[in-house]
C-alpha cells in the first residue's frame, strides 16, 4: 500500500474517533447551567415569546430571574407564633396539646400515639437542656389540636409541626409548616369567603407576599418565628379552612408581587373611603409601589364608606391623661396624607399642647371602644377599639354653649394603605381579574412566581 493511502487511512480513522468524542460531550440544552438576573436589578417586564405565548418569569430564594421549564418551585416553610387567647401575648403560661397522629420529639427520646394529649408548663421535663421541644407528627396534615387557647372557630387545629420555647417569660409555641399551606388558614381569616372568587384569589397574592417579605426579613427571628397568628402580621386560623378560599390560594400558587427585584409590603385593609394613602401615613419614606389610588365611589354602597360618632368631652380627657396636657381646650387637624387621611393632629390642653403625628396613634387616642359608631346603612358598634379611620373631620359639639364633645364625620376602616378588600370585590363583580385589581391598588409591580 502506498504511503499516501496509508496516510488517508489514519485520517479517516482520527475523524471517526473526533466525531464519537463530541457526540459524547454534548449537554442537551435542558441540562445547561441557568442564568439568573442579579437580585439588585428589577425583573425584566413580561414579553412576548417567539412562540407568541407568554414567557413566564420567576423569582428565585436570591431573588434572580429563571426559566421555570428549567427549576421547579421549591417548598417554602414558614414559622409562625401562636399567641395566647384573644391574641394578647407573646408567651404561654400552660399548653395543652392533642396529638391528631402518631407523634415523635427530634431526637426521638418520646413517642405519643394518636389521641395522646401532652400538658406543658414551665416545669416539664419534655424540654431539652436548651429549653427546646421539638414535636413531629407522622401526619403533618394532621397536626395538633391545641385546647389551651380558643379562637372565633372554637378550638383551633394546626397542620405542620409544633416547636416550643421554654424562657423566664413563658413558653412560645411556634407552627412550622408549609407556606401554601399557611395561606390556607389566613386567607379565610382576613378576607370573607363569600367574596368573589377572583377577590379572594387576589388576596391570596397580597397574603403570600406579605409572608415571604417577612420570611426573608426574618423581623421575629429573636422569637423563634417569621411572622405570628394576629394582626400584628396577619390572623392566621382564627377561621378554619374553606374550599374556595382552597381554591384560591392553589390557583394563585407561589406568586407573589415584587417591585425592583424585591417583594413588596402588601399592605391591605377593609374599606376605603374613595381614596387610598401611601405608607407615609406612619411617617415612612413613600414606596413607589404605594400610590394615593382615587377610587372615587367604588366602594359607596359599603356600610363602612361614611360614619360618624361623638366623643364625649370626659371621655377624651380621661384618653389624654398621660399627654399631661390639662383638659381639652380644641383638637385642630394640621396635616392630610395625599390620599386625605389625618397624619398629623394637635391637641391643646389646658396646661398645654400634643401633637399626634402617625395615623394609627391618632385612632389610638380617638379610640371608640365602647362608643356607638353609626355606619352609612343605620347600623351601629360598639366594639371598635380604634377609631374606624384617619379618613375624617372634627367639629365641637356644644351644649349651652359648653363643648360637651366632638363629632367626627369619616369614612373608610382601616389604615387606607394598599389594597382594598370590599374594593377589590366590587373590582371582582365588575369582572376584573385578581391580576387587574392588584394593578389597581399596587404600582410598578411584577408579578412572579416564587422558586
Known amino acids: 500500500m502506498k504511503w499516501e493511502n496509508i496516510l488517508l487511512l489514519l485520517l479517516c480513522v482520527g475523524g471517526l474517533i473526533y466525531s464519537g468524542q463530541i457526540h459524547e460531550n454534548n449537554e442537551p440544552a435542558f441540562e445547561k447551567p441557568i442564568k439568573t438576573v442579579s437580585p439588585s436589578r428589577k425583573p425584566d417586564k413580561t414579553k412576548e415569546a417567539v412562540s407568541g405565548e407568554k414567557e ?246 359599603e356600610p363602612w364608606f361614611r360614619w360618624n360618632v361623638t366623643l364625649p368631652l370626659d371621655y377624651l380627657n380621661h384618653q389624654i391623661e398621660k399627654f399631661n396636657i390639662g383638659t381639652l381646650q380644641a383638637i385642630i387637624i394640621l396635616k392630610k396624607s395625599s390620599g386625605g387621611a389625618v397624619d398629623e393632629l394637635k391637641l391643646v390642653g389646658s396646661n398645654g399642647e400634643k401633637i399626634l403625628d402617625s395615623e394609627y396613634t391618632i385612632r389610638q387616642v380617638l379610640s371608640t371602644k365602647g362608643i356607638p359608631v353609626n355606619r352609612q346603612d343605620g347600623t351601629m358598634t360598639t366594639k371598635m377599639s380604634l377609631m374606624p379611620s384617619a379618613y375624617f373631620t372634627c367639629t365641637p359639639v356644644y351644649e349651652q354653649d359648653q363643648v360637651t364633645g366632638y363629632y367626627f364625620e369619616g369614612g373608610g376602616y382601616g389604615h387606607g394603605v394598599g389594597m382594598s378588600q370590599n374594593g377589590a370585590n366590587h373590582l371582582a363583580a365588575s369582572g376584573k381579574k385578581w391580576q387587574e385589581i392588584l394593578n389597581y391598588f399596587y404600582k410598578e409591580i411584577d408579578l412572579c412566581p416564587i422558586v
Open 56 to 301: 413566564r418569569k420567576t423569582v428565585s430564594e436570591e431573588g434572580g430571574i429563571s426559566d421555570p421549564s428549567l427549576k421547579q418551585p421549591a417548598e417554602k416553610t414558614i414559622r409562625v407564633l401562636i399567641k395566647t387567647q384573644d391574641f394578647e401575648g407573646d408567651y404561654h403560661s400552660g399548653l395543652t396539646l392533642v396529638c391528631n397522629s402518631n407523634t415523635k420529639t427530634e431526637d426521638g427520646s418520646r413517642t405519643f400515639t394518636a389521641g395522646d394529649t401532652i400538658s406543658l408548663d414551665m416545669g416539664s421535663d419534655l424540654f431539652d437542656q436548651e429549653g427546646a421541644l421539638k414535636l413531629f407528627p407522622e401526619d403533618e396534615k394532621a397536626g395538633f389540636t391545641v385546647t389551651s387557647v380558643k379562637r372565633e372557630q372554637g378550638t383551633p387545629t394546626y397542620e405542620g409541626k409544633f416547636e416550643i420555647y421554654r424562657s423566664k417569660e413563658g413558653m412560645l409555641l411556634i407552627n412550622v409548616l408549609n407556606l401554601e399551606t399557611y395561606l390556607k388558614y389566613v386567607v379565610p381569616s382576613e378576607m370573607p369567603s363569600t367574596y368573589e372568587a377572583e377577590a379572594l384569589k387576589a388576596q391570596s397574592v397580597c397574603a403570600r407576599t406579605y409572608a415571604y417579605k417577612h420570611m426573608r426579613d426574618t423581623s421575629l427571628a429573636n422569637k423563634h418565628a417569621d411572622v405570628d397568628d394576629s394582626v400584628s402580621y396577619q390572623v392566621y386560623n382564627n377561621v378554619s379552612r374553606q374550599a374556595v378560599t382552597d381554591q384560591a390560594v392553589d390557583e394563585t400558587a407561589d406568586q407573589v408581587m415584587m417591585c425592583d427585584g424585591e417583594p413588596i409590603t402588601a399592605y391591605f385593609f377593609s374599606t376605603s373611603s374613595g381614596s387610598t394613602s401611601t405608607n407615609e401615613v406612619w411617617s415612612e419614606t413613600p414606596e413607589k409601589y404605594l400610590q394615593c389610588v382615587n377610587s372615587g365611589g367604588l366602594e359607596s354602597s
